[in-house]
């Protein structure tokens, strides 16, 4: 079985910048499907004394793979 090697997160984030300053939208998702939130709603939450702006989010995780 072939060992899994995480991707370098600074590559990943040069990336990410990179992707988002040429505004063609992020690893492939266009910039048309960012949720950039709706002001009718407010989702925050607090959070070990911080607020969050929105309790929804990518997950990571053995569960999600």
Do not use: C, N, W
């Not at 984030?13 to 690893?27: I, N, W």
């Amino acid at each position: 079985m072939p060992e899994l090697i995480p991707y370098p997160f600074k590559r990943l984030a040069r990336r990410l910048a990179r992707e988002l300053a040429d505004g063609q939208g992020v690893y492939g998702l266009p910039r048309s499907a960012f949720f950039l939130g709706d002001a009718r709603h407010d989702l925050s939450v607090r959070l070990h004394g911080r607020t969050v702006s929105t309790p929804l989010g990518p997950a990571a995780g053995p569960h999600t793979q």
